[in-house]
């Protein structure tokens, strides 16, 4: 479920390898592409603009190194985009171009004062990041010598009327601390951009770690937005939802229309935090916990769900274990005292002396001694289940072969009982042998209670896969009275009988058993006759899951 995951997991690339290789590229571009306007600027001003003081010393020498210097800086640039490779070596080259050519230029313009010396401090300053600290340093140092040097030359010539060393020598100072300034705040601003990248990577990584262990969890996990769009949602979320096409950055109502409107019941004080809901007829049972997430006024909400089923049949684990002890005592205690008394009613019902009112309550001790009997049987078959160990189960040839057996157990004929399975290869997870107690309890259950002549009951077993959730069901149909509407609610509890004989506890085991499995069992009133269902999890949803 690769679609379901919020992260990459492409990791960035490491500081100091590929990303700074980019950033020195830029910084090239950037300066190849000033150097660019330098050279258009100092041509427009001089033979357009004919702005003083450029070329005031000697303006044919001034118009001939323009020309050429900006035939370099446009080769120079063509030449860094066609082969983007080795900015340091290219970015070295550019300044020092820049520092001859315009050095003569300031040279034709009358020396320091022409204030051209500035535009070499601003190409020393734009590579200080791209070069190493001595390069940069070493070309401040010929930027120095080159300014000083000019004004030398120029009074060995006797080119100006006054020479500017001090000027020099302060632009040499300027060059040397705009590589300071730059080359300082550069290294600040690497080491904050490989701890933001360090960071960056923690984050990720985090992020993926928890967005792993989200999905692992058992318990579906769905994060909504305060404008109702699903922001995250895990795989066991999208398997007990009913695996839904649309899943984050939709809204909720779209993934799930019960669930939306539980959520939004929610929101308006109209539902608890935790509830259960059913998603459609033949859905799964949920537990449903809605929390509300972020800060006021653009809240979302975690919504966790968890099949009740699996709570369920953790919760009768642990109810049958506790249940084994106590009645392993109680069983024993019982069950002496009783054999007792039932063993004296068989030797009074033996003497020949006894009288018949005397016979009568001797056979009333025998008949409520084995009725109790049968309540201890109940309860230590219910008590001494085994866990459930669940297993693939194709229900065609599986039905057909425990049909004919059931019939015989139940006393009824081949043609009382028929089982019909479409498709034939329908599939269940569920124990095999508990899944056959509670066939035989449905089917007990109705040969008691049949209202007329045994020989005309009919049970009809049909087994299929539901349209709606796509999972396999059980039906275990009967012509028989059916139960009262008043009765129904209290049909699967501990010790409820409709009639005056029997321990009342034979569907109180098939709902244990069918809640252990992670089966839900409902029973469902027909016009002429009752219908006890098996509703099994989806298979796929239950690999997911």
Partial sequence: MALLTEHSNTPPPAAGSGGSTVVSHSALQLFLGYRVFVATAIVVLFFVIRKDPLGSRDSTLFSAV???????VIAALMFGLARPRRPGLQATSAVLVDILMLSILMYASGGVPSGIGILIALSIALVANIVAKRMALALAAIASLAAIGEELLAQWIGAFGKTAYVQAGLLGIAYFALVLLVTTISACARRSEQLAEQRENELIDLAQLNDHVIQQLQSGIVVVDHEHIVQMMNESAWALLGMPPMMRHH??????PQLATEYNAWLAGMKPADLTLRLGNEGRDLHARFMRLGQKGREGTLIVLEDVSVLTAQAQQMKLASLGRLTDG??????????????AAQLLCESSQLADTDRRMTEIILHNSEQVNEVIESILKLSRQDLPKPKPLVLGPWLHEEAGKLAQTCGLQANQLTAQVDPEGTTVYADASQLKQILEVLCDNAVRHFPGPPAQLRLQILAGITTESGGPFIELLDNGAGIAPDKVEHLFEPFFTTRDEGAGLGLYIARQLSEANRIRIEYHPLANGSCFRLSFPNPKRRELA
């Fill in 330 to 343: 109680i069983a024993h205690e019982v069950r002496n005292p009783l054999g007792a008394i039932s063993h």
């Fill in 66 to 72: 323009s020309l050429l210097y900006s035939f370099l």
């Fill in 251 to 256: 809204l909720l109502k779209d993934v799930s």
